[in-house]
């Protein structure tokens, strides 16, 4: 099992930038699928990006060119690099990991809020 702890959120202004991590617990780190995911208040999880155990990305539209997901396995750690923020990326974020048949664990998730 895998534990999942995100920080990096905070308060920034449209067109501002956050780095969000997420620090996770266990011994095979570097084989996990590893997401962003995000959530706002009455609204369904919604998919942001994944970074996958040989390096390779996939993101959602909404947040392509503006968002990056990497992993530093040393430190058993991911990241998302958030540029160019709009109000509409206000949620909590939520960091998953999974072995290739979805995201199975869960952070706690951190608050990015981005005012206008």
């Known amino acids: 099992q895998v534990q999942l702890v995100e920080s990096g959120g905070g308060l920034v202004q449209a067109g501002g930038s956050l780095r969000l991590s997420c620090a996770a617990s266990g011994s095979a780190f570097s084989m996990y699928v590893m997401g962003w995911y995000r959530q706002a208040p009455g609204k369904q999880r919604e998919f942001i990006a994944r970074?996958?155990?040989?390096?390779?990305?996939f993101y959602a539209d909404a947040v392509k060119g503006r968002f990056t997901i990497s992993r530093d396995n040393a430190k058993n750690t991911i990241f998302l690099q958030m540029n160019s923020l709009k109000p509409e990326d206000t949620a909590v974020y939520l960091c998953?990991?999974?072995?290739?048949?979805?995201?199975?664990?869960w952070g706690q998730g951190t608050q990015v809020t981005v005012s206008s």
């Open positions: 998953s990991a999974g072995l290739g048949l979805g995201p199975r664990y």
């Open positions: 970074i996958m155990s040989g390096g390779n990305t």
